[in-house]
């Protein structure tokens, strides 16, 4: 119960800055700088994990997309970072009070409490806008991945400060900043749900109004492998993503300063560790029984899966639990994605595999360990949250479709988007170069 | 015997093959080219400095056939591989002397 109420008391002190502790004693200057320092150093890893995604693209896309994707992963990092200083923080967190949204609002620091003495506030107000600022450049990151090879770079961008801007701040606000799911008791510790599956459903909707890649799917139902271009590049994406999920599990503690939530950043590091490796064995396995030969994209995927099942509450369950957890991840993975391609539904890197199914198992999944929680609160989080973010980006991408267009032509998608859109080759050998 | 060398775009790869062994053809060669004709390259930026990318990246077809299996082959490639925009590519045919299989040495047609 010990977890649950820190957790409850850090929940308030994100949505009310100068809040005094009458139950326990003052906040020390040590637990404020271990607390911010948390913030800090965490927030340093999960911005690694856009390098991961961004190789982890860059790997199972053509090399004649490969610069496009490169330069959509570098450049959405920067706008979620941009938009989320001037709309997205106090859209999420300023004045939610239970309700649907914050207020529009630069962010502004807000130290003076402590730099007079008073630590009260627990952590530096900017190292939480740190913190929350890299959550929303990754739920960006998703979609990149699954509309990958056929949407209009420029398009793509100004979808991005749509999520960055509004759609992921709102929705965040319901749950982190303090609004009315919160209230209602559902619970998403990292953000399986805020981060991952909002990130899938604007995925989702991406590709159905953007329509699958020329030549993905056949007249009868058939559907055609287009491989990536570098298995290493995919893998060593794979691994930072991984190595980077431990400050995205890990600082959403959202404390370090005391001894117990030491032990729960501990704990949790355990859990999302032992998650991506139950997500990857059980995919493997689970390829190798379905198909006589296991694949390594799938292995890849499969330990995403776990990363991501267990994001939304890797603090309660034991470790032989977090296990589990990934493992139905990692299973549900292998069925997901042979799902998708049924329906028609072109997603690159798995991206709606992994994020989106994983992120809604993950979610349900937490009343298993997590006291105080329960099956029906984390379906209706899920179902409202899913329902505003399909809506929205829906509208966005029919907006950009109608305006300026999303796809590229069929003659640009055959020569590359990296000729198409940008101009330059990811790897431009046999070049006769002739400077004018 | 005659040997059937095309230069085609790259994504016309799959329909190119598809003609090929639906006419009972067993086997071919392909490699990735780069090459212009009369499509010619074009002008690109990069860091500031432009420069002219001449060679277009194509792909190659290469296969030994029976004189008889010339025209319609020649005739199937040329209507799947065509987009009606330049830079289709071509198609060349040449005579070929002699032609051994290496596994169990027949000549000539027996080869093919």
């Known amino acids: 119960m010990k977890k649950l109420k820190l957790i409850a008391l850090a929940a308030v002190l994100l949505a009310l800055p100068t809040l005094a502790l009458a139950e326990e004693q003052a906040v020390s200057e040590l637990t404020y700088i271990l607390n911010t320092f948390s913030f800090l150093i965490s927030g340093v890893l999960v911005m690694w994990m856009a390098a991961g995604f961004a190789m982890l693209e860059a790997g199972l896309v053509r090399s004649k997309n490969v610069a496009t994707i490169c330069l959509k992963n570098i450049s959405l990092f920067g706008i979620a970072g941009i938009l989320f200083y001037f709309v997205g923080y106090n859209l999420m967190y300023m004045n939610v009070d239970g309700g649907f949204m914050g207020s529009f609002a630069v962010w502004g620091a807000d130290d003076a409490a402590a730099l007079a003495g008073d630590y009260s ?60 799911l919160a209230e209602m008791g559902f619970s998403d510790y990292a953000g399986s749900t805020l981060v991952h599956s909002v990130g899938g459903w604007a995925a989702l909707t991406g590709a159905i109004i953007l329509g699958a890649r020329k030549g993905k799917y056949g007249r009868d139902g058939r559907v055609n492998p287009i491989p990536g271009s570098n298995i290493p590049m995919a893998t060593l994406g794979s691994f930072i993503l991984w190595m980077g999920w431990f400050g995205f599990n890990g600082g959403s503690a959202l404390a370090l300063g005391v001894a117990s939530s030491a032990i729960e950043q501990g704990n949790v590091y355990i859990n999302t560790n032992l998650a991506a490796c139950g997500g990857m064995i059980a995919s493997m396995i689970a390829v190798q029984l379905m198909y006589k030969k296991t694949d390594v994209t799938m292995a890849l995927n499969g330990a995403l899966a776990g990363l991501v099942s267990i994001t939304a509450s890797p603090a309660a369950p034991s470790p032989g639990a977090a296990i589990l957890i990934g493992a139905v991840g990692g299973v549900l993975v292998v069925f997901a994605i042979p799902f998708f391609d049924k329906l028609k539904i072109d997603d690159v890197v798995g991206a709606l595999s992994v994020h989106l199914v994983c992120g809604i198992w993950g979610t349900l999944a937490v009343p298993f360990c997590a006291e105080g929680t329960s ?61 004018k | 015997m005659k040997k059937i060398e095309c230069i085609i775009k790259p994504f016309k790869l799959d329909d190119v093959k598809n003609v090929i062994t639906d006419l009972g053809i ?55 591989a065509c987009t009606g925009r330049i830079g289709d590519g071509k198609i060349f045919v040449l005579a070929v002397e002699e032609s051994v299989r290496i596994r169990t040495g027949e000549t000539a047609d027996d080869s093919l």
């Open chain 1, 121 to 180: 506030a627990g952590y530096s107000s900017g190292s939480d806008w740190f913190f929350q600022m890299v959550f929303c450049g990754a739920a960006c990151s998703v979609v990149s991945g699954c509309v990958a090879e056929r949407i209009k770079l420029w398009s793509f961008l100004l979808f991005c400060v749509a999520l960055t801007g509004l759609i992921y701040p709102i929705q965040g606000s319901w749950v982190w900043g303090g609004g009315w």
């Open chain 2, 26 to 80: 067993a086997g071919m060669t392909v490699s990735e080219v780069r090459g212009f004709g009369r499509q010619k390259g074009h002008s690109e930026l990069y860091r500031g400095a432009e420069y002219q990318i001449d060679f277009i990246p194509k792909v190659k077809i290469e296969l030994v056939v029976s004189d008889d299996q010339v025209a319609e082959l020649v005739s199937n490639i040329q209507k799947a």
């Open chain 1, 375 to 435: 099956f029906v609160t984390q379906l209706i989080g899920v179902v409202t949250i899913g329902a505003f973010v399909v809506i929205t980006s829906s509208i966005v991408w029919l907006a950009l479709k109608f305006t300026i267009g999303v796809r590229c032509d069929e003659e640009d998608e055959f020569r590359g988007l990296d000729i198409a859109e940008i101009g330059m080759e990811a790897y431009p050998d046999f070049q006769h170069v002739n400077t």
